[in-house]
């Protein structure tokens, strides 16, 4: 079984492919279910459970993936487990990304756009403030 947790980058490790403003979901081809506490996640290849793959998160995978139910950004993720866990901003900024990067090399995440805030500004600004 594969386990994927939280962990700071070490050295020498290469760069993310994690953009800024870009919009992580959930992959459609995975099933997910919580047991004793731990979420699993099984990838679904030609509509059978791969379950050489099994992927196993800890409390702080738990709650990104649970935060992944709907379309989220890096940011936004990183707020909420340095908010849930009293962590520095920085290291949570940086396990968050290892972590998408991880789910993402594993098919686990999707990568669904980048927000070009500019953009967003220009369009919305009351909107783009509260961010």
Avoid at 32 to 43: D, K, N
Wanted: charged share 25%; hydrophobic share 40%.
């Amino acid at each position: 079984m594969s386990t994927v947790v939280l962990r700071a980058p070490e050295s020498g490790e290469s760069q993310s492919a994690v953009e800024p403003g870009q919009i992580f979901v959930r992959s459609r081809s995975v099933v997910s279910r919580v047991i004793g506490g731990e979420t699993l996640i099984v990838p679904v290849r030609g509509n059978v459970g791969d379950l050489a793959s099994i992927y196993s998160f800890n409390e702080i995978g738990s709650l990104i993936w649970k935060l992944l139910e709907t379309p989220t950004d890096l940011c936004d993720l990183a707020v909420r487990v340095q908010q849930e866990y009293d962590v520095d901003s920085d290291r949570a900024r940086k396990d968050v990304e290892r972590f998408l990067n991880d789910m993402l090399s594993a098919g686990l995440v999707e990568a669904a756009a980048v927000v070009d805030t500019r953009t967003v500004e220009r369009e919305h600004p009351a909107s783009a403030g509260s961010r």
